[in-house]
């Protein structure tokens, strides 16, 4: 589903400066894996069953939105998840840690070097001992798996976007880069601004081009551009500016919640980049990428 987006800008300036402004609500798919998880997983599980995998393992902070999707889909395949959970876990379990033992999956502490070092840790390698079966996810299920799986999704988004008219430029918000990737690999989607969550995330430009690259090896960066700007101190930061903002912008589109670590990032510089005079002459579409079970560690 696609509508237009009441921003906190004046309207009357959006007409002068001849921008609209709708997004695309990947929020509202697939209940268990909403936004772009559903489609960075789709084509990793569909592997891990066809290589006969008991285990489906992943890599994820306490409150990540990918471990949430994974524990899902992988109960509904008949796998078990297993999550690699950044830091300590504590004695009172996140809800989406609890949610992911709910759905039948395992735990496993680790320490932030050995987490840092994701596959390449001995910790991993010890595990491989104990799930000889299993099916390995990286973190956010940034894989040329998880690129396919968006490069897909982009058509759905397409066909879509083009009964209401076309668009000059999407507009995403990124973590690993992997949905941007996709989004890249297909030369359906039009120009696109990628926001990343995280500070130093102009860096992302060479991971999202190399991981396009082996969707569609004629993928070309041109049509890509980061907008670093608006990262708000990363992950786990709320700073009372965007939790206003958030606030703002569902009391003007009340059918709509934004996440607190990705897309509220994402609306949030678009309406910046507009006040500084950017963005003229376009038709905007904005991509809901989900996360909102990440609300709850805000709680
Ligand atoms: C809700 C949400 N939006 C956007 C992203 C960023 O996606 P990517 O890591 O593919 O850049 C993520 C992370 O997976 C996410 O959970």
Redesign the pocket.
């Known amino acids: 589903m696609i509508h237009p987006l009441t921003l906190t800008l004046d309207d009357q300036l959006l007409r002068d400066r001849n921008i609209s402004v709708c997004i695309y609500r990947g929020d509202l798919e697939y209940a268990d894996a909403p936004?772009?998880?559903w489609h960075?997983l789709r084509f990793n599980l569909a592997a891990a069953k066809a290589q006969g995998a008991k285990h489906l393992i992943s890599f994820g902070g306490p409150f990540s939105?990918?471990l949430h999707a994974l524990a899902n889909t992988a109960q509904q395949e008949g796998m078990i998840p297993v999550a690699i959970v950044r830091g300590e876990l504590q004695p009172q379990l996140t809800p989406t840690l609890r949610d992911f033992v709910a759905a039948g999956g395992i735990l496993w502490p680790s320490k932030r070097v050995d987490y840092r070092a994701g596959m390449e840790s001995d910790f991993v390698s010890s595990l491989k001992g104990y799930y000889p079966d299993a099916f390995w996810v990286p973190e956010?299920?940034?894989n040329s798996l998880?690129v396919k799986g968006?490069y897909y999704w982009a058509n759905a988004i397409k066909q879509q976007a083009d009964e209401i008219g076309s668009f000059d430029t999407w507009l995403?918000?990124?973590?690993?880069?992997?949905?941007?990737a996709g989004f890249l690999a297909n030369d359906n989607v039009p120009n696109m601004l990628v926001f990343p969550?995280l500070k130093g995330g102009e860096a992302l430009l060479s991971d999202i081009h190399s991981l396009a690259l082996q969707q569609n090896p004629d993928s070309h960066l041109q049509r890509l551009s980061i907008v670093g700007e608006y990262h708000h101190g990363g992950y786990a930061r709320l700073p009372s500016e965007l939790k206003d903002y958030i606030e703002q912008l569902h009391q003007l589109n009340p059918h709509l919640r934004l996440?607190p670590?990705?897309?509220a990032k994402l609306v949030y510089g678009v309406e910046q980049e507009i006040r500084k005079g950017k963005l003229t002459n376009q038709k905007l579409l904005l991509i809901h990428?989900?996360?909102l079970q990440?609300w709850r560690g805000y709680q």
């Open positions: 936004g772009n998880k960075k939105n990918h956010g299920g940034s998880g968006c995403v918000s990124a973590g690993t880069g992997a949905t941007s969550a996440d670590v990705y897309t990428t989900g996360g990440g």
